[in-house]
Structure formats: structure tokens, C-alpha cells
């Protein structure tokens, strides 16, 4: 038997301070409870998400949805009603005014020509902004898909 060998029989040491057993235990009076509160009395069970009276993270936060403030929204028509607003007009100049005057949109819009539909006349058009398959079509025809 060496001394880096010794250790204490099984059961021979103490056990825990028992809470709540008197003076005696060491932990007499509150019971390690601290004084008042919900926490010192008996039958106390702190609620899920209770964060000490603080408003809790889960009534904090938004509950489902995103708005992005920086969304830029447009206005799509699609290529077959450019056409048909085009021939029913008879020019082949399209703006933003004409497109304003036949009601398709209104002043507040911000306008994206779609390439949806087929486009046959030659058209200069000009939008807030255009699909990359508006322009093949448009510009298959020698048009123009001028953005303002």
C-alpha cells in the first residue's frame, strides 16, 4: 500500500446536505429559498417562456410574416397585351402615359413588361423594367426595350 493508493472505504463519506432538515443541516431557516417571493413558497412552478416578469421572447417577436421595407413591387403586363393595346391604338410607340391612358395601369405603378404571349409587329417600348425573355422578343422584331 502506497499513499497515491489511498482512498476512503465505499460509503464512508457523507452524504449531500439534505435540504429543508433544520439548523442542524446547515441549511436551516429558508432552506437555501432565499426570503419571499414566489420561489420561497411551496407548490411554485415557474410557467414555460416565464422570464422573471420581463416580456418573454415568444410575445416579443413577430408570430409568422416578413415585410421587406426595400421590396420594389412592379405592375407586370405580359407581351400579349401590349400587342393587343398596341394594334387596337395603332401606334407602334409604347410608354408609360399610353399604358396609363388605356387603364392597364395606374400613375402610382412601377411597370414590368413580361414576355409572357407572342409579340409580331415591331414595338419601341419603354418600362420601368422588362423580363429577359420581353426583350429577346422585342428585339427579334428590331424594336426597342428602353427602361426608364
Do not use: C, W
Amino acid at each position: 500500500m502506497k499513499l497515491h493508493n489511498l482512498k476512503p472505504s465505499t460509503g464512508s463519506l457523507g452524504r449531500e446536505k439534505r435540504i429543508g432538515r433544520g439548523e442542524g443541516s446547515g441549511h436551516g431557516g429558508t432552506s437555501t429559498r432565499g426570503h419571499k417571493g414566489a420561489q420561497s413558497r411551496s407548490g411554485y412552478s415557474r410557467k414555460k417562456g416565464f422570464e422573471g416578469g420581463q416580456m418573454p421572447l415568444q410575445r416579443r417577436l413577430p408570430k409568422f410574416g416578413f415585410n421587406n421595407i426595400n421590396r420594389v413591387e412592379y405592375k407586370g403586363i405580359n407581351l400579349s397585351s401590349v400587342q393587343a393595346l398596341a394594334e387596337k391604338i395603332g401606334t407602334d410607340v409604347l410608354t408609360i402615359d399610353t399604358l396609363i391612358e388605356a387603364g392597364l395601369v395606374s400613375k402610382n405603378h412601377l411597370v414590368k413588361i413580361l414576355g409572357s404571349g407572342t409579340l409580331t409587329i415591331k414595338l419601341d417600348v419603354s418600362a420601368h423594367a422588362f423580363s429577359k425573355s420581353a426583350i429577346a422578343q422585342i428585339e427579334a422584331l428590331q424594336g426597342k426595350a428602353t427602361i426608364i
